[in-house]
């Protein structure tokens, strides 16, 4: 399974007056891809080829890959321009000389019905849970002009700016942000959102992709579970977030500020067999820093199978529907 973060973007919030500030980039609305952010996915989906190549078929096969992204077009363009680089077409697959590229489906569901991989989807129980983080009476300041909740229109914007600049002169970074300043920033950011994923009912509600580990079916690999076949992918790919990928990585009890997702981080789950046995092994890509294992401090590397699902049996949803008390 694979989890990746989308590609660079044009800000999605905005905390200025000017609303100039966001217009100004070139490439497109708020939340937009841009064009470096395709270019960092097919990147990513040529790594991910290199990485697996003696593992992923040739030859695209929809047998062997199911793609899923959030239904934003920032996500399912990053889908697609991954698959560019991930399966680029053998001879035989070639349909047009001038084109190097093949269609592979990328599949969504609407945002407030998206309860796998969409962290603000409609569920009022879970909604409710949040709010109870903010308005507790522990965590009352007093404070009325800025909030931790407030974080993420200050920091979306500069972060954009900022890892812009590391590619480019195009977006210049304000003057008042100093490094100094942007770290202070960050790290208001990231207490806000592992604030806001801090109570179990809001994990189970908000992250919990991970109790569908194992759902994934294929022709080729089978795994006897709880008396039941289990069809494998050869693999699963979610194109997400960088809040999806942070609630992963709490569930995994491993997310500290350091690991805040850049445009394009990848989390690798991969199931390995070995006499009979599956384990689960985790691996960590920060942006276009190395690939990191994932060292679990439930469950030393590889993990069984067994014990990985058993850790998180918990926070499974069987019906969303019930479980959000949705009326319809």
């Not at 999806?244 to 394009?264: G, Q, R």
Request: net charge negative.
């Amino acid at each position: 399974m694979q989890i990746w973060r989308h590609g660079d973007r044009t800000p999605a919030l905005n905390f200025s007056l000017n609303p100039d500030d966001i217009a100004s980039w070139a490439e497109g609305p708020a939340g937009e891809l841009t064009k470096l952010g395709i270019l960092q996915q097919f990147r990513l989906g040529e790594y991910l080829r290199n990485r697996y190549q003696d593992f992923l078929p040739n030859h695209y096969s929809s047998n062997l890959i199911y793609v899923r992204s959030t239904d934003y077009n920032r996500t399912i363009m990053s889908a697609l321009a991954n698959l560019a680089g991930l399966f680029q077409p053998s001879a035989e697959e070639q349909w047009n000389e001038n084109l190097p590229w093949q269609p592979i489906p990328v599949h969504s569901v609407p945002k407030n019905m998206d309860y796998v991989l969409n962290m603000d989807a409609d569920c009022p129980l879970a909604k409710k849970a949040q709010e109870n983080i903010w308005q507790s009476a522990e965590n009352k300041t007093g404070l009325e002009f800025l909030t931790l909740n407030d974080m993420v229109r200050v920091f979306d914007p500069i972060n954009c700016a900022v890892s812009r600049k590391i590619h480019s002169d195009h977006h210049v970074i304000p003057d008042w942000v100093t490094e100094e300043i942007f770290e202070k920033i960050h790290t208001l950011f990231n207490i806000s959102t592992t604030f806001w994923m801090s109570t179990p009912e809001v994990k189970k509600f908000r992250g919990s992709k991970l109790s569908n580990f194992g759902n994934c079916r294929s022709n080729e690999s089978k795994i006897i579970w709880n008396g039941k076949t289990l069809e494998i992918l050869c693999i699963f790919c979610c194109t997400e977030h960088d809040l999806t990928l942070i609630a992963f990585l709490n569930h995994l009890e491993v997310y500290s500020k350091s690991m805040f997702p850049a445009y394009c981080s990848i989390i690798l789950v991969e199931l390995l067999e070995k006499d009979g046995q599956y384990f689960v092994q985790l691996f960590y890509k920060n942006g276009s820093t190395d690939l990191e294992p994932l060292e679990l401090n439930f469950c030393k590397s590889p993990c069984p199978l067994f014990d990985f699902a058993q850790k998180f049996s918990g926070i499974y949803i069987s019906d969303w529907k019930d479980a959000c008390k949705l009326e319809n």
